[in-house]
């Protein structure tokens, strides 16, 4: 069965400073992989997605994330965050099925200090 | 703004109601999932409907049931409320390209939410 491992529920850090947050998956499939934002009381936000080729992802808003076949691993990086930057995020899979379900990770918070 | 509304905000309901939320898609979208995400938890697939028929389901019982009409809009009804159905409910609409074969990889996108909480 597949499931989403994001290992830091939380993550402080001070404005202008680099972030990474980590997301690891398993899966005996191949796989489909993205990251959303979700502000306080909204919906889910679409950051960026891996669907094949290329294994550095460039999203929104300076986000990019690494597919990492042999480590299972895509995480999210920015090299520089904003206040506005804090938020939720969340890591998911999906199979290359036709059920559209997606498997999220638990979330992992984004605190920028100023 | 993605284009997929939700209604109601918010939601009060007592243990053993039944509640009816509602979701309209983004224009040309024809397949709706919606998931339930717990306080401090991810969201979790409840079920998606293409061409008005469930066609996935994730681990949720029967009380759970929805509806997808042909303008693509769609309703989630929750039986026999429990005190563990509160939680946002999001709906997500994306266009599915061609089902039965090739995944669509097209983005889901996700609607604002609704809040329910059962006393």
Same mark, same amino acid.
């Given at each position: 069965?597949?499931?989403? @491992? ?65 480590? @299972? ?12 930057? @804090? ?11 036709? @059920? ?15 | ?119």
């Amino acid at each position: 069965a597949q499931s989403v @491992t994001q290992l830091d529920s939380q993550v402080p850090v001070f404005e202008e400073a680099p972030v990474e947050l980590r997301c690891n998956y398993s899966s005996s499939v191949s796989v489909y992989l993205f990251w959303y934002v979700q502000y306080p009381n909204q919906g889910l936000q679409l950051l960026l997605k891996y669907l094949s080729g290329s294994t550095l992802v460039k999203g929104i808003n300076g986000f990019e994330a690494e597919f990492n076949k042999s480590q @299972t691993s895509f995480h999210l990086r920015k090299p520089s965050v904003h206040i506005s930057d @804090t938020a939720e995020y969340f890591c998911a899979v999906s199979e290359n099925s036709n @059920t559209g379900k997606l498997i999220f990770g638990q979330g992992t918070t984004l605190q920028v200090k100023p | 703004e993605t284009g997929v509304t939700q209604s109601p905000t918010h939601l009060i309901k007592t243990r053993g109601q039944q509640v009816t939320l509602r979701c309209s898609s983004q224009s040309g979208h024809n397949t709706v999932s919606w998931y339930q995400q717990a306080l401090g938890q991810g969201p979790q697939f409840i079920f998606q409907y293409y061409r008005e028929e469930e066609n996935g389901r994730g681990n949720f019982p029967p009380r759970f049931s929805g509806l997808q009409f042909p303008n693509y809009s769609s309703e989630l009804n929750v039986n026999a409320l429990e005190l563990d159905d509160s939680a946002l409910y999001l709906c997500a609409s994306r266009v599915a390209l061609f089902l039965g074969g090739p995944y669509s990889t097209d983005t889901q996108y996700f609607g604002p939410g609704t809040r329910l909480t059962v006393l």
